[in-house]
């Protein structure tokens, strides 16, 4: 057991470290070995601290395994992390070969980091898959940091040395408590530098522009940590502080796929929701979102599931959520990320350059109107007179007419409307629902 005192909390506590020793058989993990993994997660349920796992290791021993004796009886460490998940934190660092055990036991942390160039991950190893499949693949290729950190999102970050592993993972539990039943840890607030927030959506909607800007321009200074920043760059989760309190950031990034959601969109974003709702972070949107994915290759990525578990869980989260329209909310994608009161928002507030509809003024003109346009006598002049009809509707002050939202803001009143919202906030605002044993996930 060692003690955390990460440098941006206001507190600290103890935490519990298992760690593999790779010069001792590989870093394998016998019948001894298990007893001493399973009696440092039993403490870590029984008091409720966080649980940091240093890994590199050969996972079992298959030595021992090949025992019907010892192996039959099969482990409870599956039963007792699933115990433990939602409870008290749980971080993993890979900074070795970790695959299979390794991999299987880093699956259930809510915070996964490798060491980039050195680490793998994976369910099994090379020649594991040679003798299973026969086909011949190297580390990197099947297991390395540009595989579970960058394209699958098995890691959450993948950072180049030890040092700055280990400065990681002190700084994602700074913004935690240390289990479910204690409040996050709240710090003294600084200002962000919020130069140019006000021009920063540029005038046409075609146009990129860095929502990281825009975030860091609202919360306090130096406290944005982005959780998957290689990975489904198309949304953005992070960490962050405003008024020293930790919320749970979501926004879309126009820079990648215009903000689209698409499958691993859903499951990054699905999973963050879960880790704040678990630790009592509240949820902060900020949008801009063309919808959700369509086509035969969001079909074949079975996106409808991914889009319905991200709903899924802002549904069933008890946190406060507020959210922020920056530019675009069309479609599903809108209500996916908190839009209106969907989701019994505790604010909604949009800038002046919002557009909130069904979907695109363009594709709505091709789908919905198309008839009309094309069977004009000048198809030109009427299908321009229609989209200025549409867009006399489409304007914020008119989102605000009927209630759909709370206020019009200019992007630099954002950061005090929020940081007003969040002192007031109790920490679980919402009704989990009727008294039934769980919901079932679409996925």
């Not at 970790?98 to 915070?111: K, L, Q, V």
């Not at 002190?170 to 021009?199: E, H, K, Q």
């Not at 820079?255 to 859903?266: C, E, I, R, V, Y």
């Amino acid at each position: 057991m060692a003690w955390s005192s990460a440098a941006a909390a206001s507190t600290a506590w103890p935490v519990y470290i298992l760690s593999d020793d790779f010069t001792v058989l590989g870093g394998s993990v016998g019948p001894i070995g298990s007893m001493k993994t399973n009696r440092v997660i039993d403490l870590a349920i029984r008091n409720g601290y966080p649980l940091i796992w240093l890994q590199e290791g050969a996972g079992h021993r298959i030595q021992d395994g090949l025992d019907s004796r010892h192996f039959a009886s099969a482990g409870n460490i599956f039963h007792m992390l699933a115990r433990l998940s939602g409870w008290a934190p749980i971080v993993t660092a890979v900074f070795g070969p970790g695959y299979a055990g390794p991999t299987n036991m880093a699956s259930f942390a809510d915070f996964r980091i490798m060491r980039r160039g050195h680490a793998q991950m994976g369910v099994g190893g090379p020649p594991l898959v040679r003798a299973a499949t026969g086909e011949e693949i190297d580390t990197e290729s099947l297991g390395g940091a540009a595989v579970q950190a960058d394209r699958q999102g098995l890691a959450d970050m993948a950072p180049e040395t030890e040092e700055e592993c280990f400065a990681a993972i002190r700084r994602y539990l700074s913004y935690l408590p240390s289990n479910s039943g204690m409040a996050p840890p709240v710090t003294a607030a600084s200002d962000p530098d919020d130069d140019g927030i006000d021009t920063l959506v540029p005038d046409s909607p075609r146009r990129a522009y860095d929502m990281r800007k825009a975030l860091k321009a609202v919360v306090d200074r130096d406290s944005y940590f982005e959780i998957k920043p290689t990975h489904a760059k198309n949304i953005v989760t992070a960490f962050a502080r405003i008024g020293g309190k930790p919320v749970a950031l979501i926004a879309n990034n126009p820079q990648f796929l215009a903000g689209m959601l698409d499958a691993k969109a859903g499951d990054k974003a699905a999973r963050h929701i879960a880790i704040a709702d678990a630790y009592g972070l509240p949820l902060v949107y900020f949008v801009d979102v063309p919808g959700i994915a369509v086509g035969t290759g969001a079909e074949a990525s079975t996106v409808a599931l991914r889009a319905a578990k991200l709903l899924y869980e802002l549904g069933v989260a008890t946190v406060p959520r507020y959210s922020i329209m920056v530019r675009k909310g069309y479609g599903a994608g809108y209500y996916a990320m908190n839009g209106g009161r969907g989701f019994h928002a505790d604010g909604c507030w949009v800038w002046p350059t919002s557009e909130l509809c069904a979907m695109s003024i363009e594709t709505a003109l091709n789908v919905a109107y198309r008839r009309d346009w094309q069977n004009a006598a000048d198809p030109v002049a009427r299908k321009a007179e229609l989209e200025a009809d549409i867009r006399r509707n489409l304007t914020p002050l008119r989102a605000a007419e009927h209630f759909g939202i709370d206020d019009v803001i200019l992007p630099s009143q954002t950061r005090q409307v929020l940081a007003e919202a969040l002192a007031t906030a109790p920490l679980r605002p919402h009704d989990p629902g009727p008294p039934k044993k769980r919901a079932i996930s679409p996925i």
